[in-house]
């Protein structure tokens, strides 16, 4: 079968497109014809020898985790998805076989059906971000009327879940973005758009419950100015692994609570979001739908930190 494959980590450039041996489904999985696989910022990571990549075991190897496809054969004869299903979830690429090929093995509980509104780029769009955004704000954060919650990074594949999760279950949602990206913010449902680019944040927002933290403290000081803007005993999200280390100690030293996010493959709580896209309370927004053989332009645009929404590769 095809795949995006890479021999090394490296930059974006490295990925190629070449023929590898169709995966082999372990007892618990389902194998699934890809249609579609959304690229993620901890994809790009992992290639580059961060993120996950201490979980690759042997190159070349096969990235990916969200997928949208058909099913090609199923878990077990009474399993409720069966050979034809459309679903969409998320692959393990740690074991080698991730969602960007024409096959993938996945696990049957990370797997959900795929909402009949939506296209296969936009279906593979879901998985990761909905179910990060979906971790923070309703596990974590617990939305709900009469709390403030600022989202940074709000127009991008993670934070425009958030936005609109946070919306759905009452609270007031502020989100931070680009100028060209306010009025995007507007029609997700944010109460509040700040432009980071133009106003400092914490200038114009005060007193949240809950800062989701997509940004960190890396490139910038967004994770440590956060702290200047949460109520006291508030509660500090940090999304991007790694994006600031230092957040518990900066946090317990200001009176502030604070966790960080770790998604598994989860798919009941994937077929709750689709369920929510089916009644248009959620909507999923593409930045831009690559064939698999322009995969090296399409990582370069997710490493941009300019897309708004999801990067997609379309596979078949």
Known sequence: MRAVLVDEHGPASIARVGEVAA??????????????????PIDVKTRAGRGAAAGIQRFPW????????????????????????????????????????????????????????????????VPLAALTAWDAVVRIARAHSGQRILVHAGAGGVGHFAVQLARYFGARVIATASEANLDFLRDLGADEVVDHERQRFEEVVAKVDVVIDLVGDVHDDTGSRSLDVLRAGGLYVNVPTGSWPGYPEACAAAGLRSTGVRVEPDGANLG?????????????????????EDAVAAFERVESGRARGKVVLAIR
């Open 23 to 40: 995966p082999v489904r372990l007892m618990s999985e389902v194998l699934v014809d890809v249609h579609a696989a959304g690229i993620n």
């Open 62 to 125: 096969v990235g990916g985790f969200d997928l949208a496809g058909t099913v090609a054969e199923a878990a077990y004869e009474m399993h409720e998805l069966q050979p034809g299903d459309a679903v969409f979830g998320m692959a393990n690429p740690a074991r080698g076989w991730g969602s960007f090929a024409e096959r993938v093995a996945a696990s049957s509980i990370s797997l959900a059906r795929k909402p009949a509104s939506l296209t296969w780029a936009e279906a593979a769009a």
């Open 272 to 292: 709750i979001v689709g369920r929510l896209i089916e009644a248009g309370d959620v909507r999923v927004r593409i930045d831009a739908i690559h064939p698999m």
